[in-house]
């Protein structure tokens, strides 16, 4: 009776870590070249620290609940690298968004689709 009391009283609940999870990955998930290295830096440095939580199986609900929290504080705290701005003369900087269509192609079909429907109009009138 005197172990199953002791061994009642030291359980605890395992916290839900899914959260903590899902945060790792949206980190892992993002792309180091698109921020600056410093907010980066912090990010990497709570994403080192969240797993070390997450594959602790004697983490407390506290330490789970910080490591959230400060991994969440570190995206958004997330900075996007400043677009340099594009310099006169500077023929690589422009990106073609679309092909140069001939419009000869889709009218010249046009035209042969309205000869068809005309010509089997024509036809069924004579009939």
Do not use: H
């Amino acid at each position: 009776c005197d172990a199953l009391t002791r061994a009642y009283l030291n359980l605890r609940l395992k916290p839900n870590k899914d959260l903590l999870a899902d945060l790792i990955n949206k980190a892992n998930g993002l792309n180091s070249a698109s921020y600056t290295a410093k907010t980066w830096a912090v990010v990497a440095d709570e994403v080192i620290k969240a797993q070390a939580v997450l594959e602790d199986p004697e983490a407390s609900e506290a330490e789970v609940k910080a490591a959230e929290k400060a991994l969440t504080k570190a995206l958004e705290g997330l900075e996007m690298k400043s677009v340099e701005p594009v310099k006169a003369g500077d023929t690589t900087a422009g990106v073609k968004t679309g092909d140069a269509v001939s419009m000869m192609y889709p009218l010249l079909g046009l035209a042969i689709a309205s000869l068809g429907f005309y010509g089997n109009k024509k036809r069924k009138r004579v009939n």
